[in-house]
């Protein structure tokens, strides 16, 4: 038992690692802190290894999901409140996310520990304030839980064939009903919450006659972050870092200088040099407009 905690130990550790440097983020962090509101979805593009798992199995670029809480004066419950001050001594006016994190389990964080990442923000569309905080409740209540290794490759093992596989290594997803485990991931967690609500994520829809529709919410523990980018019940918000919209015309962002690509970045971007060759190679020989004014009659005479 204490050789497979060690083994285990040293795989969390290898897989919590960050496999890719921090670049330029290619969101504005001040601008999603001042407009991020409670019980918003944040999600992350990770640079650890089993982050690049996770992207891969999803094909989306988005491996984590937490959820924004707010100030803790911003949560109405006391308890609530209570439960939060228990896990998270910080300053008082500190934006904090709740999170389920491998290694860590469901904890609370600070929004700045994520300053300088690539962030995106999905907004429940409607959700009412009493139910953000049921939902806030639910996430806070999973306080302490660790994070489920199992479930990844559970998830993992749902792109290939069962034969893959010996039985004796399916599936244990369906195995509790969902929120009855003492494990979590970061996107079962969240979605759970919005389940408490009845708010959708990505349900199944079915018409049983033709004018009548239910909906099925889809098991929380089969949920990845990427489904609350694809849900059309969450509203995407973008802060790029460089907003052409700040620049009047998106012609005037930056592309030239003396900037150089390194390693694969080669493989990946175009330089200046070579988005100078590509608009050169796509001109046409002759001035459009000078074209169009020397292009003779097509029509001809009508007879």
């Known amino acids: 038992m204490k050789l497979f905690k060690v ?3 040293y795989l969390t550790r290898w897989l919590s690692h ?12 001040e ?30 670029p988005w491996s984590h999901a937490m959820l924004y809480i707010g100030r803790i004066h911003d949560i109405e419950d006391e308890q609530v ?12 006016d500190e934006q904090l996310i709740i999170e389920s994190e491998l290694g860590v389990g469901t904890a609370i964080r600070p929004l700045s520990a994520y300053e300088g990442e690539h962030l995106r923000i999905c907004r429940p569309k409607g959700l009412s304030y009493p139910d953000s905080q049921k939902a806030l409740h ?22 290939f064939p069962y034969a893959f596989l ?14 009855q485990e003492t494990k979590t991931v970061c996107s079962t967690m969240i979605a759970e919450a919005f389940s408490f609500i009845q708010f959708p994520i990505l349900p199944l829809v079915k018409q049983s006659s033709e004018s009548s529709v239910q909906l099925f919410q889809r098991n929380p523990k089969l949920c990845t972050p990427s489904d609350f980018d694809y849900s059309p019940y969450f509203q995407i918000i973008k802060y790029p870092f460089l907003d052409y919209a700040h620049h009047s015309d998106y012609r005037l962002l930056p592309w030239h200088g003396h900037g150089i690509l390194e390693g694969k970045e080669a493989d990946i971007y175009m330089s200046s040099l070579q988005m100078q060759q590509l608009q050169e190679d796509g001109l046409p020989s002759h001035p459009i407009n000078e ?3 020397n292009t003779p009659d097509q029509q001809g005479p009508i007879h």
């Open 291 to 293: 074209e169009i004014e």
């Open 7 to 9: 083994l285990a130990g």
């Open 166 to 179: 010996p039985k004796r290594f399916g599936s244990s997803l369906f195995h509790h009903a969902p929120g």
């Open 81 to 92: 409140r209570l439960r939060i001050s228990e896990s998270y001594d910080g300053a008082p």
């Open 138 to 159: 639910y996430a806070v209540s999973r306080l302490g839980m660790d994070y489920n290794v199992r479930q990844i490759l559970d998830l993992a093992r749902f792109f």
């Open 31 to 60: 601008r999603i802190r001042h407009e991020v509101k409670p019980c918003d979805v944040l999600l992350l593009e990770g640079r650890t290894r089993v982050s690049q798992v996770i992207k891969q199995m999803t094909q989306s």
């Open 18 to 29: 960050n496999v890719q440097k921090k670049h330029t983020p290619l969101c504005d962090f």
